[in-house]
């Protein structure tokens, strides 16, 4: 059982930036592709960013445009995300997930239902 505990969310002004953590234990970090995901109020949980086992592979949802980084460091079982130039549209809960499939198209990273374990959220409010 993977237990996931996010952090680093806040209050923050449209322009400036955030970085999110996620501290993962309880399994082998190693063999996790690490998830983002987000969902406003009202709408559906939206793919952010997915970071593959080694970190050299990763794949970031439409709306990102450049602002967003996902990076992970397997020696301390944690995976980031770095957000610049925020816009309160990007005001939402921010989930980590962890998924454990070692054969896996993008295109299933993408889709929140093949993740096995999740995050309680923190949450990002951009005021403009």
């Known amino acids: 059982q993977v237990q996931l505990v996010e952090s680093g969310g806040g209050l923050v002004q449209a322009g400036g930036s955030l970085r999110l953590s996620c501290a993962a234990s309880g399994g082998t970090f190693s063999t996790y592709a690490m998830g983002w995901f987000r969902q406003a109020p009202g709408k559906e949980r939206e793919f952010v960013a997915v970071?593959?086992?080694?970190?050299?592979?990763?794949y970031y949802g439409d709306f990102v445009k450049g602002r967003f980084t996902i990076s992970r460091d397997n020696a301390k079982n944690t995976v980031y995300l770095q957000i610049y130039s925020l816009k309160p549209e990007d005001t939402a809960v921010y989930y980590c997930?962890?998924?454990?499939?070692?054969?896996?198209?993008?295109?299933?990273?993408?889709?929140?239902?093949?993740?096995?374990?999740w995050g309680q959220g923190t949450q990002v409010t951009v005021s403009s």
């Open positions: 970071i593959k086992w080694g970190g050299l592979s990763t």
């Open positions: 997930a962890a998924l454990q499939a070692r054969q896996i198209t993008v295109a299933r990273m993408r889709d929140y239902t093949e993740y096995n374990y």
